[in-house]
């Protein structure tokens, strides 16, 4: 079954020092994984996603993600953080049915980023 | 170039009562899924409809449904409602494409009182 643990429910960090929200993921097969963001009572922003080739995937407003596979994750990166990126990261993994291009992600809990100025 | 567009944006029903949720996919996306986000959750996935069939569901009872108009827009029906469906629905559209991006809309929050 495929699954995804974001081990943070709660990362904080200063205005101007990197970020790292993690992720790890368990699938059958080759992980097509997901970042998203959620700002408040908004929906689902699309921010990156690794299919294959170079691990280092980078994505909107300056995010990046690391995929590691020995180590089953995917965690979300960005090297100075703002304040305006305060707001709710979501993980996800793909799942393709078998024989099908159709498939359902598989999201985390959710981490709750807060950059304090 | 619209991406994928959600209505109404909040509602209030009543216990027992039925809601139709409505979404249009971002332009050129045939495929649409629907999730249901609790307050403090992560997005569940409810189904998929491609080509006018639901092809996909995940772990929701008979009283969720929906429907794939030919013009790949979608509904949402929930019947007999209950406290515990209050959460926001989000639509999500898509190519049937290996590794295409998946993109949501805003939302439709429901409050089942």
């Known amino acids: 079954a495929q699954s995804v643990a974001q081990p943070e429910d709660q990362v904080n960090v200063a205005e101007g020092n990197p970020l790292t929200v993690k992720c790890t993921y368990s699938?059958?097969?080759?992980?097509?994984l997901f970042w998203y963001v959620q700002y408040p009572n908004r929906g689902l922003q699309f921010l990156l996603k690794?299919?294959?080739?170079?691990?280092l995937v980078k994505g909107s407003y300056g995010f990046e993600a690391e995929f590691n596979k020995s180590q089953t994750s995917f965690h979300l990166k960005k090297p100075s953080a703002l304040v305006s990126d305060s707001a709710l990261y979501f993980c996800?993994?793909?799942?393709?049915?078998?024989?099908?291009?159709?498939?359902?992600?598989?999201f985390g809990r959710g981490t709750q980023l807060t950059v304090w100025p | 170039d619209a991406g994928v567009t959600q209505s109404p944006t909040h509602l209030i029903k009543t216990r027992g009562q039925q809601v139709t949720l409505r979404c249009s996919p971002k332009?050129?996306?045939?495929?649409v899924s629907w999730y249901q986000q609790a307050l403090g959750q992560g997005p569940q996935f409810i189904f998929q409809?491609?080509?006018?069939?639901?092809?996909q569901r995940g772990n929701f009872p008979d009283r969720f449904s929906g429907h794939q108009f030919p013009n790949y827009s979608s509904e949402l029906n929930v019947n007999a409602l209950l406290l515990g469906d209050s959460a926001l629905y989000l639509c999500?559209?898509?190519?049937?494409?290996?590794?295409?991006?998946?993109?949501f809309g805003e939302g439709s929050w429901l409050t089942v009182v």
């Open positions: 999500a559209s898509s190519l049937p494409i290996q590794g295409n991006t998946i993109y």
């Open positions: 699938v059958s097969g080759n992980p097509y």
């Open positions: 690794y299919i294959t080739g170079d691990n």
């Open positions: 996800a993994v793909r799942d393709l049915n078998r024989g099908s291009t159709l498939g359902r992600l598989y």
């Open positions: 332009s050129g996306h045939d495929t």
């Open positions: 409809y491609y080509e006018e069939e639901e092809r």
